[in-house]
């Protein structure tokens, strides 16, 4: 079939597919937040969702799709799959093993090593970690893994099903962690206006010596963007002392949802997704050197080694956790982010943080 | 033309494609906004009335509350600075350029046809920090000062805002100003000149006085344009940090097509309404009285 693609800024992104949804007009795809598309969510109810997992059972095609993306795509929407996994992306910390070498780090196992790492990297004047501050997930990404380390793999499920509340100290705790590496001074200077792009290629010249971030960095690891070669090195965030998570749980998203909408899923889209199902777990590991939710049925070789890496520790992974932002409501998210680099510069204490978001919480945004 | 004008149907048809544009654009969308604040809904599963929840949810949104103070202290200081900026460049035009100020005039003016989010760009650029020191830090740091990250405090976005938006509008103001100042009749400053009066005392005595109809039309005019900021926010650091220099405007925008809360940002906009409106009266107000004794 023919395939035509529009393309919207992000900011604008959930007004126009609103709009469409509205005239009962979206097209075969679409991209939605997280809350739209789950049981109960707005598109839910329109009937433009349709579930991947059970349109590919009845493709005969269920076993192309990897039970680590299924599961991690079941605990992110209440049991459904209502997204395509063009992505499959574990998080954690990219870190330059040629900085390492220059100062005599290891790769830290625990949290306080870090820190100390972090400390020794400081005094030479070296950037610790890069993170954007007017992408502030970047930031408050942090704030997740630290929760998850601390709590274990159920602490944002516990927000979500409001057995905890993000005010309660155990999570204020872990934003004002990040608030001190801020004060510390580990994150890269100027964070407020520091854009994305600029953070990556901040850590990707060589000028930091870690960054958290999820494994779709690869794509700009295996690019040109990268001038520090297979000096980059990806190591699970450490465990924290005493948490009740550990090192081997990495936070798991199979990228931005790709939603198929039910209402126009015929034979020639059953066509395509069967096609997908079938060969885009190689096409996108061959050509961007990045993870779908698919099975690699035609093997790729030589791979970049990191990229090797990563798969190995994905084919490893027993258990994933979701990332800080996932049952994330569209002001909540857009809070966290806004607010991220506040709180690392000290503009704003971390019970304000936190307050914030559970008040958005609260009011069901 | 008298006959024109006492036919009624002549008066209907010569004003109503103009009110059919006016109503059409201005009175059908700001009474549809009105009728939006009192529902909770989104286009796809349509609208629910909810009375007068979105219009108490104003008093206790502490963002609300934050971001009606920022517009406010954001509008005060800057219609300050760009009245008597101007103010002070149309006397400058008039009496020291005289009629050498064309290309002056010219030059002040054109930051003024500049689009907002370019020189909202500009000025992101010339305050930056990293990942490249911009050129303000650059010579805070040949002057032995270190840089400072203007976009991560409040007060420090706050006075780049100022800065960028009053050099955007200053020659606006001064053109407008002077085309008052050029109004007053020579003969009057020329007597004033006669009878002894100079410099300061002419300016304050004489020029200030005859000039005042026209401050207070910048001044109505400024409010509400200084009231209704947004794109050039929006683009130099998005309200931020946080929602430190978030205006109202802002804030309405984000809520409406953001957070998808077409209700709320429609009762945010009717605050916003209001207050250009209370701002105006209280400024004509204050001023009927003495532009009355002026002219």
């Given at each position: 079939?023919?395939?035509?693609?529009?393309?919207?800024?992000?900011?604008?992104?959930?007004?126009?597919?609103?709009?469409?949804?509205?005239?009962?007009?979206?097209p075969?795809?679409?991209?939605?937040?997280?809350?739209?598309?789950?049981?109960?969510?707005?598109?839910?109810?329109?009937g433009?969702?349709?579930?991947?997992?059970k349109?590919?059972?009845?493709?005969?095609?269920?076993?192309?799709?990897?039970?680590?993306?299924?599961?991690?795509?079941?605990?992110?929407?209440d049991?459904?799959?209502?997204?395509?996994?063009?992505?499959?992306?574990?998080?954690?910390?990219f870190?330059?093993k040629?900085i390492?070498?220059?100062?005599?780090?290891?790769?830290?196992?625990?949290?306080?090593?870090?820190?100390?790492?972090?400390?020794?990297?400081?005094?030479?004047?070296?950037?610790?970690f890069?993170?954007?501050?007017?992408?502030?997930?970047?930031i408050?990404?942090?704030?997740?893994?630290?929760?998850?380390?601390?709590?274990?793999?159920?602490?944002?499920?516990?927000?979500?099903?409001?057995?905890?509340?993000?005010?309660?100290?155990?999570?204020?705790?872990?934003?004002?962690?990040?608030?001190?590496?801020?004060?510390?001074?580990?994150?890269?200077?100027?964070?407020?206006?520091?854009?994305?792009?600029a953070?990556?290629?901040?850590?990707?010249?060589?000028k930091?010596?870690?960054?958290?971030?999820?494994?779709?960095?690869?794509?700009?690891?295996?690019?040109?963007?990268?001038?520090?070669?297979?000096?980059?090195?990806?190591?699970?965030?450490?465990?924290?002392?005493?948490?009740?998570?550990?090192?081997?749980?990495?936070?798991?998203?199979?990228?931005?949802?790709?939603?198929?909408?039910?209402?126009?899923y015929?034979?020639?889209?059953?066509?395509?997704?069967?096609?997908?199902?079938?060969?885009?777990?190689?096409?996108?590991?061959?050509?961007?050197?990045?993870f779908?939710?698919?099975?690699?049925?035609?093997?790729?070789?030589?791979?970049?080694?990191?990229?090797?890496?990563?798969?190995?520790?994905?084919?490893?992974?027993s258990?994933?956790?979701l990332?800080?932002?996932a049952?994330?409501?569209?002001?909540?998210?857009?809070?966290?982010?806004n607010?991220?680099?506040?709180?690392?510069?000290?503009?704003?204490?971390?019970?304000?943080?936190?307050?914030?978001?559970?008040?958005d919480?609260?009011?069901?945004? | 033309?008298?006959?024109?004008?006492s036919?009624?149907?002549a008066?209907?048809?010569?004003?109503?494609?103009?009110?059919?544009?006016?109503?059409?654009v201005?009175?059908?969308?700001?009474?549809?906004?009105?009728?939006?604040s009192?529902?909770?809904?989104?286009p796809?599963?349509?609208?629910?009335?909810?009375?007068?929840?979105?219009?108490?949810?104003?008093?206790?949104?502490?963002?609300?509350?934050?971001?009606?103070?920022f517009?406010?202290?954001?509008?005060?200081?800057?219609?300050?600075?760009q009245?008597?900026?101007g103010?002070?460049?149309?006397?400058?035009?008039?009496?020291f350029?005289?009629?050498?100020?064309?290309?002056?005039?010219?030059l002040?003016?054109?930051?003024?046809?500049?689009?907002p989010?370019?020189?909202a760009?500009?000025?992101?650029?010339?305050?930056?920090?990293?990942?490249?020191?911009?050129?303000?830090?650059?010579?805070?740091q040949l002057?032995?000062?270190?840089?400072?990250?203007?976009?991560?405090?409040?007060?420090?976005a706050?006075?780049?805002?100022?800065v960028?938006?009053?050099?955007?509008?200053a020659?606006?103001?001064?053109?407008l100003?002077?085309?008052?100042?050029?109004?007053?009749?020579?003969?009057?400053?020329?007597?004033?000149?006669?009878?002894?009066?100079?410099?300061?005392?002419l300016v304050?005595h004489?020029?200030?006085?005859?000039?005042?109809?026209?401050?207070?039309?910048?001044v109505?005019?400024?409010?509400n344009?200084?009231?209704?900021?947004?794109?050039?926010?929006?683009?130099?650091?998005?309200?931020?940090?946080?929602?430190?220099?978030?205006?109202?405007?802002?804030?309405?925008?984000?809520?409406?097509?953001l957070y998808?809360?077409?209700?709320?940002?429609?009762a945010?906009?009717?605050?916003?309404?209001?207050?250009?409106?209370?701002?105006?009266?209280?400024?004509?107000?204050?001023?009927?009285?003495?532009?009355?004794?002026?002219?």
């Open positions: 079939m023919p395939i035509s693609l529009q393309s919207t800024p992000d900011a604008n992104l959930q007004q126009k597919v609103q709009l469409l949804a509205g005239q009962n007009d979206l075969f795809m679409y991209a939605a937040d997280n809350t739209t598309i789950i049981p109960g969510g707005t598109y839910y109810k329109t433009n969702v349709l579930d991947i997992g349109a590919l059972d009845k493709l005969g095609v269920s076993d192309d799709m990897t039970a680590v993306a299924k599961s991690t795509i079941q605990q992110t929407f049991g459904t799959v209502p997204s395509v996994p063009f992505q499959f992306n574990i998080e954690g910390l870190y330059n040629k390492f070498a220059e100062h005599g780090i290891t790769v830290p196992t625990t949290y306080d090593e870090l820190l100390a790492d972090a400390a020794k990297l400081k005094a030479a004047g070296v950037t610790p890069s993170a954007s501050g007017s992408t502030g997930w970047t408050s990404r942090w704030i997740g893994i630290l929760l998850y380390r601390e709590l274990g793999p159920n602490a944002m499920q516990a927000i979500k099903n409001g057995t905890a509340k993000l005010t309660d100290p155990a999570y204020v705790k872990a934003a004002q962690q990040v608030a001190d590496l801020g004060k510390d001074g580990y994150f890269s200077s100027g964070i407020t206006s520091l854009s994305y792009d953070a990556t290629t901040q850590f990707l010249t060589g930091s010596a870690m960054m958290y971030m999820g494994t779709w960095l690869l794509a700009s690891v295996n690019s040109s963007q990268n001038t520090q070669g297979n000096n980059i090195g990806f190591m699970p965030f450490p465990a924290v002392t005493g948490g009740k998570g550990s090192i081997d749980q990495y936070p798991a998203n199979a990228g931005s949802p790709n939603v198929i909408n039910a209402k126009l015929g034979s020639n889209g059953q066509a395509w997704l069967k096609c997908i199902a079938q060969n885009y777990g190689s096409a996108s590991l061959a050509d961007q050197g990045t779908s939710g698919f099975k690699v049925n035609t093997p790729v070789k030589n791979l970049p080694p990191l990229t090797g890496d990563v798969q190995n520790i994905i084919n490893n992974t258990q994933s956790v990332w800080f932002e049952y994330f409501g569209q002001k909540a998210n857009a809070d966290a982010s607010d991220a680099a506040p709180l690392v510069t000290g503009q704003m204490s971390a019970q304000q943080y936190m307050s914030t978001l559970q008040a919480l609260a009011s069901g945004n | 033309m008298g006959h024109i004008l036919n009624r149907r008066i209907v048809l010569f004003l109503a494609p103009a009110l059919v544009v006016y109503v059409g201005i009175v059908v969308p700001s009474a549809w906004s009105l009728v939006y009192f529902f909770k809904g989104t796809a599963l349509g609208f629910q009335y909810v009375g007068f929840a979105n219009f108490t949810k104003l008093w206790t949104d502490p963002t609300v509350r934050q971001t009606l103070l517009t406010v202290k954001y509008a005060v200081v800057l219609l300050i600075c009245i008597v900026f103010y002070l460049l149309a006397l400058f035009y008039l009496f350029l005289r009629r050498l100020s064309t290309l002056i005039r010219t002040v003016f054109f930051p003024v046809v500049l689009p989010v370019a020189v760009l500009l000025f992101n650029k010339l305050f930056a920090v990293a990942p490249q020191i911009g050129p303000v830090n650059s010579v805070l002057l032995g000062i270190t840089p400072v990250d203007w976009f991560a405090t409040g007060t420090g706050f006075a780049v805002i100022i960028m938006d009053l050099w955007r509008s020659g606006f103001y001064a053109v100003l002077y085309a008052g100042l050029v109004d007053i009749s020579s003969d009057v400053i020329e007597s004033a000149r006669i009878d002894g009066a100079s410099g300061v005392r304050r004489i020029i200030l006085p005859l000039s005042k109809p026209i401050v207070i039309a910048s109505i005019f400024g409010l344009a200084d009231l209704k900021v947004f794109d050039s926010i929006l683009a130099l650091n998005n309200g931020g940090p946080g929602t430190a220099t978030t205006p109202l405007n802002l804030y309405m925008f984000q809520t409406s097509f998808s809360d077409y209700g709320y940002g429609s945010i906009a009717m605050l916003i309404t209001v207050l250009c409106l209370v701002g105006t009266v209280l400024v004509f107000r204050s001023s009927r009285q003495r532009v009355g004794e002026a002219v």
